[in-house]
């Protein structure tokens, strides 16, 4: 499903520096965010449908979270970028 409680094809996640879990939920062209224990994540990426825009992403596969900036570095497979 595409709600704030639901995951379509999570296909990577990664550990922030504040401990929340970021899931590339990819089906759903968006990155959330989740503190420990939470019923829902939160938007932090994507999430405008498939696009190549830099406010949307296509296909999320792979995150890193850069710890010396914080930076979140997503690669996607719709469209052949890493952002």
């Known amino acids: 499903g595409g ?3 639901q995951l379509s094809f999570p296909y990577d996640m990664a550990i ?3 401990e929340r879990l970021v899931i590339a939920d990819s089906m759903n062209h968006r990155l959330l965010s989740w503190k420990i224990g939470a019923s829902e994540g939160r938007l932090i990426a994507g999430g ?3 696009g190549n825009r830099t406010d949307q992403l296509n296909i999320p596969t792979s995150i890193v979270v850069d710890q010396r900036t ?4 997503v690669s996607e497979w719709g ?3 890493v952002m």
């Open 3 to 5: 709600a704030a409680n």
């Open 16 to 18: 922030d520096d504040e």
């Open 48 to 50: 405008c449908g498939p």
């Open 70 to 73: 914080t930076d979140l570095i």
């Open 79 to 81: 469209n052949e970028r």
